[in-house]
């Protein structure tokens, strides 16, 4: 009798010692100042289009690049993410043209393409990340890292009549993850490639803000 029991708890704590945990949450995704305003701007809603949207910095432009800008078109992204949602801007979206043709085409309707009053472009002037090291005691007390993404953007509201750039912002942004190990207990930070995403996030989101506030 002793021995089936015996046998049932190794079992069971062999189950659970193989058992997997999975959870998942939702994140609210930072928004621009003017989208989270108790207030909302009602004002006539400018027409604009985001044009290029390079990456002026010297990350992923080394001679190993494949010379495909995803730094660019991430930024460009967000750009358009975020004038949208701050109310102040009818933005036009013009990389889907083709297929918006072809769904024209299937329902037989003739498309009424707006003009844009401003065309927006931007660069990513600096980006980069570093990684920052303390030991305390000679690391006897613990040691950590620290991972440090920066990014700065620039945007510029181009006049389609005369190409004459009207106004121009900027928007920086810092973002730090850091975790400690204190007398061997604890992990230190491991690269974490969404910094990349938020730092960048941000920076746009910060020169959004500025452009509205303007």
């Known amino acids: 009798m002793n021995k089936s029991i015996f046998l049932a708890v190794l079992s069971g704590l062999a189950l659970s010692a193989c058992s997997t945990t999975e959870t998942s949450k939702t994140i609210q995704s930072p928004q621009v100042t003017a989208a989270v305003a108790t207030v909302k701007y009602a004002g006539t809603k400018t027409p604009v289009s985001v044009g290029k949207f390079d990456n002026r ?7 190993f690049s494949d010379n495909v800008d995803r730094l660019g078109g991430q930024a460009k992204t967000i750009l358009e993410t975020h004038l949208q949602q701050s109310g102040y801007f009818s933005v036009l979206n013009r990389d889907n043209l083709a297929e918006l043709q072809q ?27 570093k990684e920052v090291g303390d030991h305390q005691l000679f690391g006897i007390l613990g040691r950590g ?6 990014a700065k953007v620039n945007l510029n509201i181009v006049d389609v009549k005369t190409a004459e750039i009207v106004h121009s912002v900027q928007g920086a942004g810092e ?7 204190i007398l061997g207990f604890g992990s230190t930070a491991s690269y974490d490639s969404t910094l990349n995403g938020k730092v960048l996030d941000l920076a746009v989101r910060e020169a959004v803000n500025n452009l509205v506030l303007d």
């Open 57 to 63: 910095s010297s990350y992923m432009r080394g001679i």
């Open 103 to 129: 769904e024209a085409g299937f329902t037989k309707s003739s498309q009424a393409i707006k003009g844009a009053r401003y065309v927006l472009t931007g660069d990513v002037t600096e980006f980069g990340r």
């Open 145 to 150: 890292k620290n991972q440090i993404a920066y």
């Open 175 to 181: 973002y730090a993850l850091s975790e400690r190990e």
